[in-house]
């Protein structure tokens, strides 16, 4: 019986480590994606953070 439950663990064991390394194949382009997502909204919070005051200042110094 014990035998059994250990060729079972063993299998499954196996049968794990083979499905999760099936998985792996992006090679981390997920996470470099993120990161390069995470700049360019930076990016994008840098420039409106700095343009957003002078373009504000334009359109207040309309007159119509």
Excluded: C, N
Excluded at 9 to 32: K, M
């Amino acid at each position: 019986m014990l035998d059994y439950l250990a060729a079972y663990a063993a299998a499954y064991t196996q049968q794990f480590r083979e499905s999760s390394q099936r998985h792996r194949r992006d090679g981390g382009y997920s996470t470099e994606m993120i990161a390069v997502t995470a700049f360019i909204v930076a990016l994008a919070l840098a420039a409106l953070a700095i343009l957003g005051p002078k373009v504000m200042a334009k359109i207040e110094g309309v007159s119509l």
